[in-house]
């Protein structure tokens, strides 16, 4: 106790280290994705990686991020790409989806989350603001045109496990990768010590539409 009507409180600056931060075991596993779908509310972004070679599709991993950090996981993902490309070469091409179908005639007419599986990564282009989802409309009435699947049934045809609802939050992102494959790491840069919160792999042909969906997604805000 201080008779003093506002004692000074010490103020200390931390400084934390993404190469100490503590990694749980349960997270140091880490979760394989194929497709990411990004919203973004008022004061955040979600990414949610997903699950899509097998049914039913999931989400494995839900990461929340504030605008500042978001757009330094783009400036670093840029920057991750372009050693990628000095140490490894381009990045390895997929089949497009035609050719895909030729193998696989049976998935042409299949439902919404298929999307997700034939294509790899779809981004949802919608802005969910205070917890509410908007579903994109129609680029064209053309029953030819390519149309994006309703938000609302994108997410009825994937698995999202109630205790993963709530996502993680990280403040920062670490990425590396191999010749073959990325992995990012979900930090939150908390006293007393960083600790991963998620971390994730991805193919490297994959990536670069991951970047683009946060590109858009930023752009759209």
Known sequence: MTDEPNPEQPVQQIQHSSATARIPDEIGRGVFATAVIVL????????????SLA??????????????????????????????QSSFGGIPHEPNPSQQAQRLPSEKNTAPSDNLQTEGI???KTTAENSTSKAPSPTSNSPNSKQAAPIADIYDNLKLPDDMLGGVYANMASISHTGSEFCFDFITQFFPRSAVTARVYMAAPRVPELL?????SIDAK
């Open 40 to 51: 973004h509310g008022v004061h955040e972004y979600t990414i949610d990686f997903v699950q």
């Open 55 to 84: 049914r039913p599709n999931r989400v494995a991993a839900r990461i929340i991020l504030p605008p500042a950090v978001a757009n330094q996981f783009v400036l670093a993902l840029e920057q991750a790409l372009e050693k990628y």
């Open 122 to 124: 779809t981004t949802a």
């Open 212 to 216: 683009n969906s946060l590109k858009r």
